[in-house]
């Protein structure tokens, strides 16, 4: 783990930028080091290790799902998750909804944008989410807040072009909020920018970064496939 690299990246954020401190295969011990300097935005993308890791740490910690969200694992963390960004259907959102009922909360997402060029990505297209955002069965989730936007680029060095999916997210962004939450206080996140593209991201507009592997090192997927 970096220390300096994490207090590099925190000194160089904007005021209004978060970050997630991305942990996803990292032990209890790299968080807990983390949480030890102040930091509180950790970022998970398997239900059931974010469950476990939840109940091993400090209760204060802001837990953020980001990964792919499977339906029969959101009672995995519906109890005590801060932020799911990666709603990417209306079936999950409505499911998502469900669950989040029968734990008493109120659970705030995002609506996960496919903007890469890579056909592996999941998220909305603009049409889907309008469709989804127009139709009186999402007016009916009283369980679910959605509080922004999130994406991910295209893995690639062509800069120009991991700019302008950026700024098509933000675009999509604007667009939604004009057409649809201008009335909501809470919808204003745009979850974009990873340790490889998190400056392009700023520039273009993120107010909430997902770092990992600058951080934490690189991942070891061995153990886990
Ligand atoms: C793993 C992951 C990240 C962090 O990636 P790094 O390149 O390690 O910073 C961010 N967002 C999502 C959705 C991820 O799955």
């Known amino acids: 783990m970096d220390i300096n690299r994490y207090r590099e990246i925190c000194a160089a954020l904007p005021e209004n930028v978060k970050l997630v401190a991305v942990s996803k295969t990292k032990p209890a011990e790299d968080i807990e080091r983390l949480y030890n300097t102040g930091q509180r935005a950790f970022g998970e993308n398997k239900a059931q290790e974010l469950k476990g890791k939840h109940e091993s740490l400090p209760e204060d910690i802001e837990w953020h799902f980001i990964g792919h969200l499977q339906k029969n694992k959101i009672k995995y963390i519906a109890p005590f998750v801060t932020l799911i960004h990666s709603?990417?259907?209306f079936s999950l959102l409505e499911e998502v909804d469900r669950i989040a009922a029968k734990n008493g909360r109120v659970i705030p997402c995002l609506l996960q944008f496919h903007i890469a060029a890579e056909e592996t990505k999941f998220g909305f297209s603009l049409e889907e989410c309008i469709e989804m955002l127009e139709s009186p069965s999402f007016k009916l989730l009283n369980n679910v807040e959605i509080h922004g936007?999130?994406?991910?680029?295209t893995f690639t060095d062509?800069?120009?072009?991991?700019r302008r999916e950026f700024k098509n997210l933000r675009q999509i962004f604007e667009r939604l909020k004009e057409n649809f939450f201008k009335e909501s206080d809470c919808f204003k996140e745009v979850s974009m920018g990873m340790t490889h593209d998190y400056g392009i991201a700023i520039e273009e507009g993120s107010t909430m970064v997902r770092i990992g592997s600058a951080i934490f090192g690189e991942r070891n997927y061995s153990h886990s496939i």
């Open 87 to 89: 709603i990417d259907s």
């Open 158 to 162: 062509d800069e120009t072009q991991v």
């Open 149 to 153: 936007v999130m994406g991910m680029a």
